[in-house]
């Protein structure tokens, strides 16, 4: 009546009757992705109010849950039909759905982390009608305030989430009201808006005119004193709950029980309501606690083929053209809901015909890696869907699942530099560096200067177990393209993890489904792959997939060269060649194409086009595996804008340097061989990036080295006579051949690494990696 609880947990009590912002997003000035209102009312004679209904405006839409005596839901002063329950989002952007179910009003926006759950008690006793309404906000964690001095992102009636409940007792201008007698009710009057429907609000009752408020009979408050205790009690049908003891430490059941007696003592027949709120307000300690209704006389009276349940699915079954956008799956709540065998359609429960998907067997182990030193492999197995049928629900659940089996007949590695190998079965490499040079699996190279979203590689087997994508972006104001990102998706846990280390503004970040990730390493579920982040190089790891991607970014802060650019490296196990398999097909594609161990068919685009007498030979490879870029839906492939020429000072500085890096007698003499294949192609594409850029001349040396890295031959001073050294972070010393799996605190160990050897920064002796972030630490 109406008792209010903040985000931070503060609690207080404020009976205004006119219109007021609960919560409101206020990052922007003037734009606001959301804002949520409530109206209240005066409660039968009282002195206090309830909530009458809520009302949400966002992306230009008001919708009203209208509470009690109509629970109902109205888009734009607009009722919905109740056919048409759950209503989307009519934009189809999929910004939000709306349901009734029961006594439940429901608003959900995951593209905003709102959620509101009104549930409402209609009332036909005079002068308690229609009822009132107990409104739930959740709120998703990026509305919260972590890092000060920026300002709070949300505010209201249900203040600035900031997990500070000291500095919750403010009104809206941020005056101070802790030691205010009035406190609540200046704080909630400060959040009054206009309200069209009530022009002339008055918010207090005591200051409006009407019917004189009636205090209730010493009887019945004394009966409402013994419920309410009784509810509270360690010995009483709640003791699970009351038995916690940090919430009887900060006094959450005290002030619980005084609303309990406030409430019942201005309506008895409220008692159920009560009762129910208390479950719902205490959901965390709640969970299993069943018969309450039938102790306390509080049954439900459920509609035609529906059934009560205390811990009924958070997201019901609907027919097909009723189901909702969203909901929330995994937040079990009570209340009616269809029996078995029926469906809830239009807001009705009827009986399905449909015959939903179901999941095959298992399939045998397929793709296995090669046994590593400790004598074991992993491999994949899948299963298929039998297809729903006449509208019947997909099937939940994964495709793919890993199994690690024992290698015998002496199968292990005795590699000890890769340590998991054997030389006949070493993995293979696919690249693409600078503007952007690709080489394929099986050496050939090839330039291609798209501008979208491209598959680099893919499992086209069966298994459809991985498929890897490069997000390409024009360099500067050239007419080539450089890799800003590089995404992976795993069929395993059906993720997407995105190397995000050139995102527009210069990070160096990994997202999973979007959401970046808040520890480095970052191992997926049920041990499919490991991300991480050292330094300029971001990783994806998995020994399931026998798959290994390094994304080096090179940052830049010139215009129009920002943010820089990333040259990735995808490293492959055997097994996915084609001459491992006698069968014939093709087991990956993309631009790294098929892995087969022969150059001259690589000249093919993605339809199997044989290209090799064609002009724009490299144009049309790279722009058949092209896919859609849902952040850049227009994406043209080529760049069609006016290009700069570099003057000849740039070139001429080009031809010497690329000349210089790739002379027999050279800086790189140790690599360099008198006639060898590729070194032409390499020194012009050395001269595409060097006139582009200048400042890349390191980053170009450095793709060089590691190019030529497998080779047995290298110069592990290049760096200092070209001037090119790094400088290393924090406890950290720079390595020509560091260890490709550098050891880290137990809580950061990576499930998966490349153990490769590798140039770049390491911990000094005595230090691990720690802290989630990669920082250097003595542990």
Not at 197 to 214: A, L, T
């Amino acid at each position: 009546d109406v008792h209010y609880f903040t985000f931070d947990g503060l609690k207080y009590d404020f009976q205004g009757v006119c219109k007021y912002t609960l919560v409101e997003d206020i990052t922007f000035q003037g734009f606001k992705f959301f804002k949520v209102f409530v109206k209240n009312r005066r409660w039968g004679l009282s002195g206090t109010s309830i909530t009458q209904y809520v009302e949400v405006n966002i992306v230009g839409q008001t919708i009203r849950l209208d509470g009690p005596g109509f629970k109902r839901v109205q888009v734009d002063g607009i009722p919905v039909d109740q056919k048409s329950l759950p209503y989307n989002d009519p934009t189809g952007l999929g910004w939000y759905t709306v349901n009734v179910a029961g006594n439940l009003l429901t608003f959900e926006s995951p593209p905003t982390g709102l959620k509101i759950d009104f549930i409402v008690h209609p009332s036909d006793t005079p002068t308690y009608s229609p009822g009132y309404g107990d409104v739930w906000v959740t709120l998703g964690r990026q509305w919260m305030l972590q890092a000060p001095p920026v300002g709070p992102k949300v505010d209201g009636l249900c203040k600035n989430y900031d997990n500070n409940t000291q500095n919750d007792c403010t009104d809206k201008a941020g005056n101070d009201l802790t030691g205010t007698p009035d406190k609540g009710v200046l704080l909630g009057k400060s959040y009054n808006v206009y309200d069209n429907e009530d022009r002339n609000c008055v918010s207090m009752i005591r200051d409006r005119s009407g019917p004189k408020i009636i205090e209730p009979p010493p009887a019945i408050v004394r009966e409402a004193s013994e419920f309410c205790r009784s509810i509270v009690s360690q010995n009483g049908f709640f003791k699970r709950i009351v038995s916690n003891r940090q919430r009887r430490a900060t006094g959450e059941f005290e002030k619980w029980e005084a609303d309990c007696k406030m409430d019942l003592s201005v309506n008895p027949d409220a008692k159920c309501d009560i009762l129910e709120a208390f479950v719902v307000s205490f959901r965390d300690d709640s969970q299993g606690i069943t018969g309450w209704r039938e102790e306390f006389k509080c049954a439900i009276q459920c509609g035609k083929n529906e059934q009560y349940l205390y811990d009924g699915p958070g997201c019901e079954e609907h027919c097909l053209e009723s189901e909702p956008r969203f909901c929330e799956e995994h937040a079990r709540r009570e209340g009616c809901f269809c029996r078995t065998g029926y469906v809830r359609c239009h807001g009705k429960c009827t009986v399905t015909d449909r015959v939903d998907c179901t999941w095959g067997a298992w399939s045998e182990d397929g793709m296995c890696t090669s046994c590593n030193e400790q004598c074991i492999k992993y491999c994949m197995k899948y299963r298929k869907k039998n297809p729903a049928q006449k509208r019947g629900k997909d099937c939940i659940g994964v495709t793919l699942m890993h199994v690690t089996r024992k290698c015998t007949g002496g199968k292990c590695a005795k590699n000890p530099e890769r340590g998991k190998r054997q030389a006949s079965e070493e993995q293979q490499q696919c690249r693409g560096w600078g503007d952007v040079h690709y080489i394929t699996f099986d050496g050939l190279e090839y330039n291609f200067h798209g501008v979208c979203k491209y598959t680099l590689l893919e499992d086209t087997t069966i298994l459809k177990s991985f498929k890897v994508f490069v997000k390409n972006r024009r360099w500067g104001l050239t007419g080539t393209s450089v890799t800003q990102y590089v995404e992976i998706y795993n069929g395993g846990t059906q993720e997407t993890v995105r190397l995000d280390g050139l995102d527009g503004v210069g990070l160096k970040r990994i997202k999973v489904d979007g959401r970046p990730v808040d520890r480095i390493p970052f191992n997926g579920r049920d041990n499919w792959y490991t991300a991480s982040i050292v330094g300029n190089r971001l990783t994806f790891d998995s020994d399931i997939f026998d798959i290994s991607i390094a994304f080096t970014v090179s940052p830049r802060d010139n215009q129009p060269y920002s943010p820089g650019y990333g040259d990735v490296m995808v490293t492959l196990g055997r097994q996915w060649m084609l001459q491992a398999d006698p069968v014939g097909i093709d087991k990956v594609d993309g631009l790294c194409k098929n892995y087969d161990g022969i150059r001259e068919n690589d000249w093919k685009d993605k339809n199997g086009a044989d290209l090799t007498n064609k002009p724009d030979k490299e144009k049309l490879l790279g722009t058949s595996y092209k896919v859609l870029d849902v952040q850049d839906r227009n994406c043209v492939d080529m760049i069609t804008l006016k290009v700069n020429t570099p003057p000849q000072s740039i070139i001429h500085s080009a031809t010497e340097f690329c000349r210089g890096i790739v002379n027999p007698n050279g800086i790189f003499k140790q690599i360099v061989r008198p006639r060898e294949r590729g070194l032409k192609t390499w020194e012009a594409n050395c001269r595409t990036d060097f006139t582009a850029e200048p400042n890349a001349k390191c980053d170009i040396a450095k793709a060089f080295a590691d190019i030529h890295s497998d080779n047995g031959r290298e110069n592990k001073e290049w760096r200092k006579e070209l001037k090119c050294t790094i400088q290393c972070g924090q406890n950290e010393v720079y390595m020509h051949h560091g260890p490709g799996c550098e050891e880290h605190c137990e809580e950061d160990k990576p499930r998966w690494c490349d153990n490769k050897r590798r140039e770049g920064c390491f911990c000094k002796p005595g230090y691990v990696r720690c802290n989630g972030n990669g920082t250097c630490i003595i542990p």
